[in-house]
């Protein structure tokens, strides 16, 4: 959503959305602000992240023709830092 605090002329702060064009928030404090940010990011991660994992879930490509298997990744781990480490990581997720 885009979106910009203001401050208020009686001192606390206001969140004017672009998206409706008129005040969502009033008389706030940074401390309120935060947690409101917080709480939209949350909510964006956690819709992106089940997005994600559904499709995976579903045996389908989240990342397209980027989606890597766990063979894949193991496959660049032992490229990149050697077959110890890959050894290491399938003992931590297998």
């Given at each position: 959503m885009g979106q910009q605090i203001i401050k208020q002329p009686?001192?606390?702060y206001a969140i004017f959305s672009t998206i409706v064009d008129n005040i969502t928030h009033?008389?706030?404090t940074k401390e309120d602000i935060i947690?409101?940010?917080l709480k939209e990011e949350r909510n964006r991660i956690t819709e992106k992240v089940n997005k994600i994992c559904d499709k995976l879930?579903?045996?389908e490509n989240p990342y397209y023709q980027f989606t890597?298997?766990?063979e894949d990744c193991l496959g660049v781990i032992e490229?990149?830092?050697g077959e110890k480490e890959r050894k290491e990581v399938e003992?931590?997720?297998k």
């Amino acid at each position: 959503m885009g979106q910009q605090i203001i401050k208020q002329p009686k001192g606390g702060y206001a969140i004017f959305s672009t998206i409706v064009d008129n005040i969502t928030h009033y008389d706030m404090t940074k401390e309120d602000i935060i947690e409101e940010l917080l709480k939209e990011e949350r909510n964006r991660i956690t819709e992106k992240v089940n997005k994600i994992c559904d499709k995976l879930d579903a045996g389908e490509n989240p990342y397209y023709q980027f989606t890597l298997s766990i063979e894949d990744c193991l496959g660049v781990i032992e490229e990149v830092h050697g077959e110890k480490e890959r050894k290491e990581v399938e003992k931590l997720i297998k």
